[in-house]
C-alpha cells in the first residue's frame, strides 16, 4: 500500500502545481520597482541632444513614461492610442526610446504624431535596465513625486487604461476612483 502512495502523493502534488501555473496570467511580469522612487536617470532629449531627459521631469504630477522603439510593432500598435490621451491632455506622457536610431525615432514621431512632453534617449538601453525593461512597449505610471504606481507590458489599450490606470491616477490625486 505505501509503494503506491508515494508515487500518487507526487502525482496530485504535480497536478496541484499545474492548475495554479494555469490560472497565472503568463504576460504579468511584476516590477520590483512598484511603491519605489523611479531610477535616478539622465538621458539626452530626441528633439535637442543637448538638453537631458532626468527623473525630476517626471514629478510634480501624474505622469506616464513610455518604453518605444521604431523597431517595435506593439509601439506602432499602441501609438495612435498614445496620440489621443495626449490630446485629451489630463496626464503628461514621456518617452523612453529604446535601442533606437534617433533619426529615425525623430522621422517616426514626425510621420505618426507626438503624444510625449518629452523623449529621452536610451541608445545603449543602460537606463531601460535600471527600469527593468523586458521588451517594448512597456508603460510606467509615476505619481507626483516619482514613484513608480504601476507598469504594463505590451501595448496600452483603452480597456487597460480604463481599468488599471485610471483608478490608480485617481488614487494618486486624491480623487474617486472612475
Known amino acids: 500500500m505505501t ?16 492548475v495554479i501555473g494555469l490560472q497565472r496570467d503568463p504576460s504579468y511580469v511584476p516590477s520590483p520597482l512598484i511603491g519605489k ?27 506616464i513614461l513610455n518604453v518605444w522603439a ?19 491632455g489630463n496626464i503628461r ?29 536610451d541608445q545603449d538601453g543602460r537606463s531601460a535596465i535600471d ?10 505610471l509615476l505619481d507626483a513625486d516619482g514613484r513608480v504606481l504601476f507598469k504594463h507590458i505590451a501595448p496600452l489599450t483603452a480597456a487597460v487604461w480604463t481599468a488599471e490606470f485610471l483608478p490608480r491616477i485617481a488614487t494618486s490625486r486624491g480623487q474617486q476612483a472612475p
Open 93 to 121: 506622457i514621456f518617452g523612453l526610446n529604446w535601442k533606437d536610431d534617433p533619426t529615425l525615432a525623430r522621422q517616426w514621431l514626425v510621420d505618426l504624431g507626438n503624444p510625449y512632453t518629452a523623449v529621452g534617449v
Open 37 to 63: 522612487d523611479a531610477p535616478d536617470f539622465s538621458l539626452p532629449l530626441l528633439d535637442n541632444p543637448a538638453g537631458t531627459l532626468t527623473k525630476r521631469d517626471l514629478q510634480g504630477d501624474v505622469a
Open 3 to 18: 509503494r503506491f502512495a508515494l508515487p500518487l502523493l507526487v502525482l496530485m502534488t504535480l497536478i496541484g502545481v499545474l
Open 131 to 140: 527600469w527593468g525593461v523586458y521588451g517594448a512597449p512597456e508603460t510606467f
Open 70 to 88: 521604431t523597431w517595435c510593432g506593439g509601439c506602432r500598435q499602441e501609438h495612435p492610442f498614445l496620440l489621443a490621451l495626449a490630446r485629451e
